[in-house]
């Protein structure tokens, strides 16, 4: 099979193709042919080395794709069943994978591949920060930060589903009917934050600010929120926010910031099934819809982190084996 690995950690050009042996699923494993590979900005993080792996390794933590084989035990999925999964340790970047089988979800008919792929992981983050960790009601305010990309899109879908207002923002005039289209009430430019959104909620702030953006606008979105308010910065996309001097929470207004993690809110089998369950039902309803904004060649994946590290992609990117 063909696979993307790295041996040292660095800029998108450690990443290379290489051939690996693909071996039989030992118990409790399963054997997938990916079809569709999902492009996340935590893929960024393990080749750069933000997040520390052992080395030589895999990348990539989504995919959907044909179950070719199980090992002993595995009665959830069988040979010829659609799935999609997103997983750790990372090893999506392939062709071909043997794994744990329990992550591994049968895709309803109505949800093709390339949609199961370009918003599963994404869309099970949006589930925990939304619902479980930000606990947003209908009627407040929520600043969505990078409201056009893969994560913010479907953010946006899904808090407008619960009747909230969001404020996105965008990076480049391109990007505004994407995140207006996603469902965001108001979009603005970055360098408009925090006054605009001071000007839009009435001088209050907003009650929640969901940032995958990072350092850029930490600060920023910390002046958005209202007394009391949270920001849940879940990601690094310009680099991690620096040192916070929790003091500065108190002279702010008693904000709240946490620094959530999917596999924290997903921890036990109960916490998975409910959330998936959740995120099938807002498919099924119609409220989520990834955009696909790239796609490229499994051989490509160089490209692809360069496009989505230098902010030019827009929606979910794909890689196909």
């Known amino acids: 099979m063909k696979a993307i690995q790295f041996a040292e ?16 699923p030992g118990p409790g494993q ?11 900005f935590i893929d960024t993080y393990h080749r750069s080395g933000l997040y520390p792996m052992q080395l030589p390794a895999g990348l990539g933590m989504e995919a959907a794709g044909i179950v070719e084989a199980v090992g002993e035990g595995v009665s959830h999925v069988k040979a010829g069943d659609r799935v999609i999964y997103f997983a750790n340790p990372p090893g999506a970047y392939a062709t071909h994978r043997v794994m744990d089988a329990r992550p591994l979800v049968k895709l309803p008919d109505s949800v093709s591949e390339e949609q199961a792929a370009a918003l599963w992981l994404k869309a099970c983050t949006v589930e925990s920060l939304v619902e479980r ?16 990309g893969g994560v913010g899109v479907l953010l946006c879908q899904w808090l407008k589903s ?13 990007k505004v009917e994407i995140a207006r289209a996603a469902g965001a009430d108001h979009v603005l430019a970055y360098d408009e934050v925090p006054v605009r ?10 009650d929640a600010v969901i940032d995958g953006v990072g350092k850029a606008t930490f600060e920023t979105s910390l002046d958005s929120l209202k ?19 929790i003091g500065l929470l108190a002279r702010k207004g008693s904000l709240f910031v ?54 030019q992609t827009v929606g979910s990117s794909l890689l196909i084996p």
């Not at 399963?30 to 996340?40: K, L, M, P, S």
């Open 227 to 245: 007394r009391r308010g949270i920001l849940a910065s879940f990601g690094n996309a310009s680099g991690p926010a620096g040192p916070l001097e």
């Open 258 to 311: 946490t620094r959530p993690t999917l596999f924290d809110y997903y921890a036990t089998p109960e916490d998975f099934a409910a959330g998936t369950a959740a995120v099938f039902a807002k498919i099924a309803g119609g409220v989520l819809k990834a955009h696909i904004g790239q796609t490229y060649a499994l051989a490509d994946a160089v490209a692809a982190h360069k496009a989505l590290e230098s902010r």
């Open 162 to 174: 619960k009747d909230v207002t969001v404020i996105g923002t965008v990076g480049s005039p391109a």
């Open 133 to 148: 960790c930000t606990r947003v009601q209908p009627g407040q305010t929520v600043l969505v930060p990078a409201a056009a």
């Open 30 to 40: 399963a054997r997938v042919h990916h079809t569709v590979i999902g492009v996340n």
């Open 9 to 24: 950690t660095g800029g998108p050009e450690v990443m290379k193709l290489v051939d690996v042996a693909v071996g039989e």
């Open 197 to 206: 959104v001071r000007e839009l909620t009435g001088g209050n702030g907003v």
